[in-house]
């Protein structure tokens, strides 16, 4: 990757979340490791060569945060048109999935109930449950009736 600081070589996409990613598109293809660090090396360029368009455009409109906005500019001004409207689909889910999950958050901050009532009621609960278990443990280690009654034999 060509870069004009010695620190990019520190900024790639895992190897791990590449070979998931190749295992779920490609479960039944073989994939070198040359290729895989190849496909690292090309996703790690892409990122940088949108990041920095985004990044300018952003600049152009004089505002300090890279938007979703940015992005789709970016990908069109460097010819990457075609996955705009597929850009837009995963932006739209990120966006519901965000939301279901502040949703939820305020539901938790909605019950009235302070966090430490709820933490303190979780682990009555938890003490109610172990010692369940150690009752349930200690009954299981006395011998049944039916294994009383073959020992007398």
């Given at each position: 990757?060509?870069?004009?600081?010695?620190?990019?070589?520190?900024?790639?996409?895992?190897?791990?979340?590449?070979?998931?990613?190749?295992?779920?598109?490609?479960?039944?293809?073989?994939?070198?490791?040359?290729?895989?660090?190849?496909?690292?090396?090309?996703?790690?360029?892409?990122?940088?060569?949108?990041?920095?368009?985004?990044?300018?455009?952003?600049?152009?409109?004089?505002?300090k945060t890279i938007s979703p906005e940015h992005v789709?500019q970016a990908l069109e001004s460097l010819g990457f048109?075609?996955?705009i409207s597929e850009v837009k689909e995963v932006l739209?889910?990120?966006?519901?999935?965000?939301?279901?999950?502040?949703?939820?958050?305020?539901?938790?901050?909605?019950?009235?109930?302070?966090?430490?009532?709820?933490?303190?009621?979780?682990?009555?609960?938890?003490?109610?449950?172990?010692?369940?278990?150690?009752?349930?443990?200690?009954?299981?280690?006395?011998?049944?009736?039916?294994?009383?009654?073959?020992?007398?034999?």
């Open positions: 990757m060509a870069s004009s600081s010695g620190n990019d070589d520190d900024l790639t996409i895992p190897r791990a979340a590449i070979n998931k990613m190749i295992k779920e598109t490609l479960p039944n293809v073989r994939v070198a490791n040359d290729a895989r660090e190849l496909v690292v090396n090309c996703c790690t360029e892409f990122i940088h060569l949108i990041s920095s368009e985004a990044n300018e455009i952003c600049n152009k409109s004089e505002k789709i048109g075609s996955y739209q889910e990120c966006k519901t999935v965000a939301l279901k999950r502040r949703k939820a958050n305020s539901r938790l901050e909605n019950l009235g109930i302070p966090e430490e009532e709820l933490l303190r009621q979780q682990q009555e609960l938890f003490a109610k449950v172990s010692e369940a278990s150690t009752h349930t443990h200690s009954l299981s280690s006395q011998p049944s009736p039916l294994s009383a009654f073959l020992d007398n034999l």
